[in-house]
């Protein structure tokens, strides 16, 4: 019987190169990460603007040949954009959010009134059991709200919707503690590693409503998994509490401080809870463009990838789930060896170790 454990500290790759559907997750591609240095990769199960309704039969093949040729972890990833809707005027990360599914849905489908959530039940199901049978330590959950931003306000919820905002607030929780449910029945030792959690970070626009509307669906995963004593594991990723680029360590060490302090409240209330730590990394900084080019990611003090070990050692000392993201921003696509060659070997001299599956 395989046995679902993970060699800690664990170094996990997140990247929108990676195909946005398990099932176009190729030999090739598998290739690539067997020969990288990361002991996991999240792929996608279905693409978070995708409306289709999969099944596990749909995935059989993909599953047999990830089992058959990958020497390292496949984490499904899913995505809570599949329940937020799109209208006119609502500020979306892509034009995809326009499709009729997402505008039938008012604002969030959080009692299913769209059939949106019932969809999104369903992949978190599927994920769980591809997972499962994959030999994963779990699943990628990625909270953000791609087809509209705006509905992290939990007053741009309860006001299209009709109802208080303390309503609103206690089906996102009731959500979240029927996600636990269905992690208990079909995977209960599942890795649940969320991108971002949003537990450490408050928001001025609504102080009777400190969180975002995503983060209240994680606090009921938390409190369901207290209840029912689960077996499961959260991880909060620090997507937003610690950021992507640094200017140096101590700039590194000064946010980890202070997400310590403040997640403190939670990490010691809820046993399920675990921290990780995430780092967007380049070869060198005049291949960098878009947003790592400017702002306080322009002004990184890193200059080439082997700057970055002691960015790595401090990741590895204070987390057990540290992730990189290969932003395309970056000049770093882990698929393509003229690009992954250099940085995947630097990142290998800083792993604490490599594990074999």
């Given at each position: ?22 099932n176009?997750?190729?030999a090739?591609?598998?290739a ?6 990361y ?9 978070a603007?995708?409306?289709e ?19 390292k ?6 995505f809570?954009n ?9 500020k979306?990360h ?11 849905i008012n604002?969030m ?5 769209a ?6 039940y ?7 059991r591809?997972?499962?049978?994959l030999g994963?330590p779990?699943?990628i ?17 309860s006001k ?16 979240g503690a029927?996600l ?8 209960p030792?599942?890795?649940?590693w ?5 537990l450490?970070?408050?928001y001025k ?5 400190p969180h ?11 409190e ?14 620090g ?32 046993p399920h809870?675990?921290?990780g730590?995430?780092?967007t ?10 947003w ?39 000049g ?10 250099n940085v ?6 800083f ?7």
């Open positions: 019987m395989k046995l679902y454990s993970l060699i800690l500290p664990y170094l996990l790759l997140v990247t929108f190169y990676t195909p946005n559907h398990l176009r997750f190729t090739e591609k598998i690539a990460i067997n020969n990288s240095p002991y996991g990769v999240a792929v996608p199960l279905i693409g603007y995708d409306t309704k999969p099944t596990l039969a749909q995935f059989s093949e993909a599953i047999r040949r990830i089992k058959r040729e990958s020497t972890d496949i984490w499904p990833w899913i809570f599949r329940f937020i809707g799109h209208k006119e005027g609502d979306a892509s034009p995809l959010a326009r499709a009729p599914y997402f505008q039938k604002a489908d959080i009692f299913n009134q059939g949106a959530l019932g969809d999104f369903e992949i978190w199901r599927l994920a769980l591809a997972a499962r049978d994963s779990g699943i959950v990625d909270p953000e709200a791609y087809n509209n931003y705006n509905i992290y306000n939990v007053k741009n919820v299209p919707l009709g109802i208080t905002d303390a309503e609103v607030r206690r089906q996102l929780k009731a959500i029927q636990v449910d269905i992690v208990d029945q079909e995977f030792q599942a890795v649940l969320c991108l971002t959690t949003g450490s970070t408050t626009w609504n102080p009777d409503n975002r509307t995503v983060t209240y669906i994680i606090m009921g995963m938390l369901r998994a207290k209840e029912k004593r689960s077996r499961l594991t959260i991880v909060s990723g997507e937003i509490s610690l950021g992507y680029c640094y200017t140096n360590v101590a700039d590194l060490q000064a946010k980890i401080a202070t997400r310590q302090r403040l997640l403190a409240p939670y990490t010691e209330s809820f809870l675990q921290l730590g995430p780092l990394v380049w070869e060198s900084a005049d291949k960098k463009t878009g790592l080019a400017s702002g306080r990611c322009g002004q990184s003090e890193l200059r080439h990838i082997a700057d970055f070990q002691p960015l790595f050692k401090l990741l590895f000392a204070s987390y057990n789930y540290v992730w990189v993201y290969a932003a395309g921003t970056s770093y696509n882990p698929y393509e060896d003229n690009s992954a060659r995947n070997a630097q990142v290998q001299q792993l604490p170790h490599r594990p074999e599956k």
